[in-house]
């Protein structure tokens, strides 16, 4: 630790000469909270019956280990969350409810389905983010839940999105932290669409029902998320980022941006300050796309980098829901979740520790050669050096010491699971 200090104090001069404030950076960057995906543990299968996945959805990879039930969930969970600094929420699927009735569908679901889920949070001090699950269940129209022309269908998915309205205010209530909740359907087509007008109409009207619910919703944030494409609706989806923007602002909720929802030319960090003048707040999805949405393990390359800088150069940190999303059964579990969180706050407080004072004053005043000098030579402050130091300070591991943790809970728990 004597060593770690004396490179941070180094650190700290050399940062000090660009105005920076190390121990401020820390502090911010250390409170901004970050929503772990429950689903990276099982491969998003979930513990309410579904044996496989359908609606836009795949999951690759056969690494030995996946948690079977939501005990065992807790636990991987448990042991990633011990290995990562800072402030950390747990976003829930609904169809990782532990059912007090085998029999409940998911149009009955209430607080009670997952008031393990609760205790299990505030026991290890974390808060609850949701998400409805219109995916993986046999009332899907095909590809259609809240767009589908069968009443009887589309009344058991707008029921659906009521009730997970309900749980997540009772998780914002039981666990004195905010709640966001994001929806986000798979309708669409997988072929030419010759009417693409109908279905949004259809749309809009479930939502509006979902919505426009009496629901006591303190604390609690709802939010519509658009994609691009899915499995197996490649040609038209439903809800896409123009739909899903308009309808987010006309109806005061929030809009999601997810990292692997746009063209792959497109980045979400481009998008952030353009949504933001007319939002109080929005969420963020972020992953890691390659070639498509993929759901790539995030790790700490430009765009994650630039999602962060935009967030705080724009001191925004207030008005934006982190959340990850992501799904890997190539590697261990558990490492994916610890690489993810850890890259995400890495990445935040290096935004911290950017001289961006100086760089808007070069760009203000019109000096944009010393604003990219400036941009580069910020590239070469010792940030590796604070970021040890950050890590000691929480008590966790530095550098990839943490793996030795996950590889003997590999040895003595995941190997021996079927």
């Not at 998003?44 to 836009?56: C, K």
């Not at 969930?73 to 976003?91: H, R, Y």
């Not at 058991?156 to 966001?180: N, Q």
């Amino acid at each position: 630790m004597d060593n770690i200090t004396k490179k941070y104090e180094l650190a700290k001069e050399i940062y000090q000469d660009h105005g920076i404030d190390i121990d401020e950076a820390i502090e911010k960057a250390n409170s901004i909270p970050i929503s772990m995906n429950c689903w990276q543990g099982d491969d998003v299968i979930g513990f309410d019956g579904a044996d496989t996945l359908t609606g836009g959805i795949q999951t690759t990879g056969n690494y030995p280990g996946r948690a079977r039930n939501a005990d065992e969930l807790k636990k991987d969970m448990e042991l990633a969350l011990s290995l990562i600094p800072g402030k950390v929420k747990v976003n829930l699927h609904a169809s990782y409810a532990e059912k007090t009735d085998p029999k409940k569908d998911r149009d009955a679901y209430t607080i009670e389905d997952f008031s393990k889920w609760v205790e299990w949070a505030n026991k290890n001090d974390v808060g609850l983010d949701f998400n409805p699950t219109f995916f993986s269940h046999p009332k899907m129209d095909g590809d259609f839940s809240l767009a589908s022309f069968d009443e009887e269908t589309r009344k058991f998915w707008i029921e659906h999105g009521k009730r997970c309205r309900e749980i997540g205010a009772e998780f914002a209530k039981r666990t004195g932290k905010p709640c966001a909740i994001n929806f986000w359907m798979p309708d669409g087509y997988k072929d030419i669409c010759v009417d693409t007008l109908k279905r949004r109409e259809v749309m809009i009207d479930s939502l509006d029902q979902i919505f426009s619910a009496d629901i006591e919703s303190e604390n609690v944030f709802c939010a519509l998320e658009s994609k691009l494409f899915g499995l197996g609706v490649e040609s038209y989806t439903v809800c896409n980022h123009e739909f899903a923007l308009n309808y987010a602002h006309t109806r005061d909720i929030l809009y999601t941006l997810d990292a692997g929802h746009f063209h792959p030319t497109e980045t979400i960090s481009s998008k952030l300050t353009a949504i933001m003048p007319f939002f109080d707040k929005i969420m963020l999805h972020v992953s890691r796309g390659v070639r498509w949405d993929s759901d790539h393990i995030v790790t700490w390359d430009d765009e994650l980098q630039d999602i962060m800088n935009e967030i705080i150069w724009n001191n925004l940190e207030e008005r934006v829901f982190i959340g990850l999303d992501y799904f890997d059964a190539s590697i261990n579990r558990i490492a994916a979740w610890v690489i993810g969180v850890r890259n995400s706050r890495k990445a935040l407080l290096n935004a911290c520790l950017t001289p961006i004072k100086e760089m808007r004053e070069a760009e203000y005043n019109g000096n944009y050669g010393k604003r990219l000098a400036l941009y580069e030579s910020g590239k070469e402050l010792p940030f590796g050096l604070v970021w040890d130091y950050y890590c000691a300070f929480q008590n966790k591991p530095l550098g990839s010491d943490w793996l030795s943790d996950i590889e003997e809970y590999e040895a003595e728990v995941l190997n021996r699971r079927d």
